[in-house]
């Protein structure tokens, strides 16, 4: 059984008698009223995005919603992408690819200024780039 500590902290009870700190994600998940078993690929309220992108990105994993998209720009020969890294306890990466079949982190330049992530690749002139945003969590 779960038992919650005054303000903040909150425990596992486990057998014998040693308690293990919940995490920042499994408060959120008790927060939003799903249980901290609710696996990270869930989707309570269909929307498409998983409990652990919700959580990523500030989300409310009950109220169907997109979170807002990351910005991008172009100069020429250069294709640059910005996001919000919201949580500090889950690992944002971009990974590029030019066929959608092969994704790397080769060749993709992160930059953070103040929790904002600017990510730079080189394209070239007939040439297809394409970028996607991955998260994970410990």
């Not at 919940?22 to 409990?51: E, I, Q, V």
Request: aromatic share 14%; with cysteine.
């Amino acid at each position: 059984p779960r038992s919650t500590l005054f303000p903040y902290t909150t425990l596992f009870r486990s057998a014998g008698t040693t308690n293990t700190p919940s995490t920042a994600y499994d408060d959120w998940k008790t927060a939003h009223g799903l249980p901290t078993n609710a696996p990270d690929w869930g989707d309570s309220d269909g929307d498409g995005w998983c409990n652990l992108l919700e959580y990523a990105f500030k989300m409310d994993p009950q109220a169907a919603a997109a979170p807002p998209p990351p910005a991008y720009a172009t100069d020429g020969a250069t294709f640059r992408l910005s996001y919000v890294k919201w949580r500090s306890d889950v690992t944002y990466f971009v990974e590029g690819s030019f066929d959608l079949q092969t994704w790397a982190r080769q060749g993709v330049t992160e930059t953070e200024s103040g929790g904002t992530v600017t990510v730079s690749v080189p394209i070239a002139a007939a040439q297809a780039r394409f970028l996607r945003l991955r998260v994970t969590y410990p």
